[in-house]
């Protein structure tokens, strides 16, 4: 039983990873076809993928009628993505080579999270007119990002004269691996968790909470190996965005409509919010480097401490 878990574990994680390699060759492909910055590519396309992992775990929790677990997984993710992953991003990386357009990109992100905060501080029940806001803000998000010039630091791509349709094609191929891999990661931890006797909330705390940002981890790893930083920067970006947008919009269509104010606590809330004001500086203003990656990572693990011990 152990070791089929424990080969289990490994294939998963095996696939996982290729598939986040494989999403992440084509997108670049794209970019260079359709001539996009590499930072939309990370929010638009790489993000979405690596969201869906929190996307079912909603749709799991709200069929449970556990809207306490919804609401911990986005703010969660949210705060793991920019504390955890983006940690992980700057810690290689000396210089953030974001031109112009890109920083117009972070004045997005930080207003959307902004008014985010507002929903949930002012006690709003967030139903489908909220979230047709939410999503005519993203339509702009996208329609004025679309227009922008590319960077000029447009990669070189190893996949040549393959028809963009075929290019779509394996990006939805690498993205269903990565779901059904990601998914099949949890179960087998779990697994072998339960095998030793560990708690059913911690197991929820540790083993489900990770496998969720696993995706936006390993593709975060690969983008920077590939030394493709803007592709890493955009898909933490786009999952915060889809993450807010998503997981609210999952909830709004099977409860009619969702109040995160007395799901969160109010660390919860602020920490949110400020997650991302300094996720903004630290990009904003170029910062990088080992310093700062430990003092994000050693934040994260203070903040999991602080919620479980």
């Known amino acids: 039983m152990i070791f089929q878990n424990f080969i289990g574990l490994l294939v998963s994680l095996s696939i996982l990873i290729w598939s986040c390699d494989y999403a992440i060759k084509n997108s670049i492909a794209i970019s260079n076809v359709f001539k996009i910055r590499e930072i939309f590519v990370g929010i638009f396309i790489i993000a979405i993928g690596t969201s869906l992992p929190e996307f079912a775990a909603t749709f799991q929790a709200l069929k449970l009628n556990s809207e306490g677990i919804v609401a911990g997984n986005l703010v969660g993710s949210n705060i793991a993505n920019i504390l955890l992953v983006g940690g992980i991003m700057v810690f290689p990386i000396v210089h953030l ?49 679309l227009k922008k010039p590319p960077s000029e630091d447009v990669s070189e791509s190893n996949i040549k004269d393959q028809s963009t349709y075929k290019l779509v094609f394996k990006i939805i191929l690498a993205f269903i691996a990565l ?118 990572i050693l934040s994260y693990l203070a903040y999991f401490a602080y919620q479980y011990i």
């Open 97 to 145: 080579n974001l031109g112009k357009e890109d920083k117009s990109t972070f004045r997005f992100f930080l207003i959307f999270s902004f008014l985010f905060f507002l929903l949930i501080i002012f006690n709003l029940n967030i139903d489908l007119k909220l979230g047709l806001i939410l999503i005519f803000l993203l339509i702009l998000f996208f329609y004025f990002e």
């Open 179 to 296: 779901f059904f891999s990601s998914r099949y990661f949890i179960d087998y931890a779990k697994n072998l968790t339960e095998v030793f006797g560990v708690a059913e909330t911690t197991i929820g705390i540790t083993v489900v909470a990770f496998g969720t940002s696993l995706p936006e981890v390993v593709a975060t790893i690969i983008s920077i190996i590939k030394k493709q930083n803007n592709l890493a920067i955009g898909n933490i970006l786009g999952s915060n965005i889809a993450n807010i947008l998503g997981i609210t919009l999952i909830a709004i269509f099977i409860n009619g409509e969702i109040n995160y104010y007395n799901l969160l606590t109010n660390i919860d809330k602020w920490l949110f919010l400020i997650t991302s004001i300094i996720f903004f500086i630290i990009i904003y203003l170029r910062l990088a480097g080992k310093l700062i990656s430990i003092g994000l």
